[in-house]
């Protein structure tokens, strides 16, 4: 199990409370006796709780009352999602308002940390920790997505966003949309437009009749999604016409969303947006290929 830092002494802590902040305590057995969510209000992670509360769907954190050793936090991700929580470990699956969790296996500690801005890059993040020498104040850092993934120092943990799943399956892609934040970033019927495939997504809305794309949900469910709505699908490999939405799904982590541009007597020629150059890429494919390239199906810009 993975403790927070309990390195400072009570005496310590307590004769250096006037020069700290709020959360000047870094060891529970010497914090107060008010709790909050059954972590001590002036114990550091209780900071991360406050935050993670005032845009968590209500009620909140309720994934520490029941636990108890709350300050053992390598257990919160299994707990909130019990608790019906959206958590998530892939490292670049932050959100805005969430809490991240990463173990340090120097001090042999958790660090916790409030997800406040979230870009291409990386995330901006806020947090206290007693070790930094400004115990009790809050302090801003940024985690880049590659220092998550290969920091020797540090090994990552996961998410909990501040949305319950339920509410999450119902519009997806909206809450993907949310959890950036948007500088100068445009979003494109749900979708943030950096997001390569909705390039292609753009393409179809060309020639598509009624404003184009009208459906919605997790990509591996398009073509269910897109059928409802009216649109032509055919999971028929040679089943090609130019505008249409071309998917190839291999799992939930592994998909591509080409659009048609020609179809030949024997093959398609589709073109994406490259990753992570953002550049036109386009390629042929014989039709008699794609059962082996993960092919699913086309959606047909008609009704």
Not at 42 to 47: E, Q
Request: aromatic share 12%.
């Amino acid at each position: 199990m993975i403790a927070l830092l309990m390195s400072v002494a009570a005496g310590s802590a307590a004769a250096q409370v006037q020069d700290q902040g709020e959360y000047y305590c870094s060891n529970p057995r010497a914090a107060s006796n008010d709790k909050y969510k059954n972590v001590a209000e002036n114990w550091w992670p209780a900071f991360v709780l406050k935050e993670f509360d005032k845009v968590a769907a209500a009620p909140g954190v309720d994934w520490t009352q029941e636990m108890k050793t709350p300050g053992v936090v390598d257990e919160w991700i299994d707990k909130a999602a019990a608790k019906g929580w959206v958590v998530k470990r892939g490292p670049k699956d932050a959100a805005v308002g969430a809490i991240l969790i990463v173990s340090d296996f120097q001090n042999h500690m958790a660090r916790l940390a409030i997800i406040k801005e979230v870009y291409a890059w990386g995330a901006v993040a806020e947090s206290v920790e007693p070790e930094r020498g400004d115990t009790g104040h809050v302090f801003e850092q940024e985690y880049k997505w590659l220092d998550l993934y290969r920091n020797p120092k540090q090994s990552f943990i996961g998410y909990i966003w501040p949305v319950k799943q339920a509410d999450y399956d119902k519009a997806p892609q909206e809450f993907e949309a949310k959890r950036f934040t948007l500088k100068g970033e445009h979003v494109y019927k749900g979708w943030r437009e950096s997001w390569g495939p909705v390039w292609v997504i753009k393409e179809f809305d060309k020639l598509a009749p009624g404003g184009g794309m009208d459906w919605s949900g997790k990509v591996d469910a398009w073509l269910t999604n897109a059928a409802k709505k009216g649109w032509k699908v055919s999971y028929d490999a040679s089943g090609a016409k130019p505008g249409a939405i071309l998917l190839r799904i291999e799992n939930k982590n592994e998909m591509w969303l080409q659009i048609v541009r020609e179809v030949k007597s024997d093959r398609v020629v589709l073109e994406m947006l490259g990753y992570p150059v953002h550049r036109v890429v386009r390629e042929e494919i014989k039709f008699s290929d794609l059962p082996q390239k993960n092919f699913t199906g086309y959606i047909l810009p008609e009704k």
